[in-house]
């Protein structure tokens, strides 16, 4: 794969991420609503991030041969593997419970793409940035899923 298409299938994950998380804020109230739309917001900055570090190699002979071969087929498989069929999945969790547990799962996916990438990537400080973000994520999520916040709700209700 070519760093173009690596950084494609980001913009896609962090795509993904904006819309799953814009769902689960129009079905949320409260607190919950704007945790949600602020994690939107944030992947869909992540996407212009990646979009931006397209352009800013586009022009550069070496974007369309920014490969390693093992490293490269590593993270196509991955994505491919683990990561789209999570974001492609129609169906939404019917609970607060399950929609952050598949918000956790593809936020630790896509911290071990990126990762991957991000040794391909000429703009390595602007990968880690939105990785340092994305564990970021990840933490707050983990937190709404341990935190007393959940106490009123139980495993078969609704968000």
């Known amino acids: ?9 980001a913009v896609k994950i962090e795509g993904s991420g904006y819309s799953y998380y814009s769902k689960l804020a129009d079905k949320a109230q409260g607190q919950l609503k704007e945790f949600f739309k602020e994690l939107a917001n944030q992947e869909r900055e992540h996407a212009h991030r990646f979009e931006e ?12 041969t920014w490969q390693n071969e093992e490293v490269g087929g590593y993270a196509e498989t ?11 999945e129609e169906k939404m969790p019917e609970t607060l419970i399950g929609a ?16 991957e990438i991000k040794l391909l990537v000429p ?37």
């Open 123 to 159: 703009d390595t400080k602007a990968v880690e940035e939105i990785i340092k973000e994305e564990k970021e994520h990840l933490r707050k999520l983990s937190e709404k899923l341990q935190s007393e916040d959940l106490s009123t709700y139980s495993e078969g209700s609704m968000i």
């Open 78 to 88: 991955y994505a491919k593997a683990f990561i789209f069929p999570e974001i492609e």
């Open 53 to 64: 570090i397209m352009k800013k190699y586009a022009d550069e002979p070496t974007m369309a």
């Open 1 to 9: 794969m070519t760093g173009k298409e690596l950084l494609q299938i």
């Open 100 to 115: 952050l547990r598949k918000a956790i799962e593809v936020e630790k996916d896509s911290i071990i793409y990126y990762n």
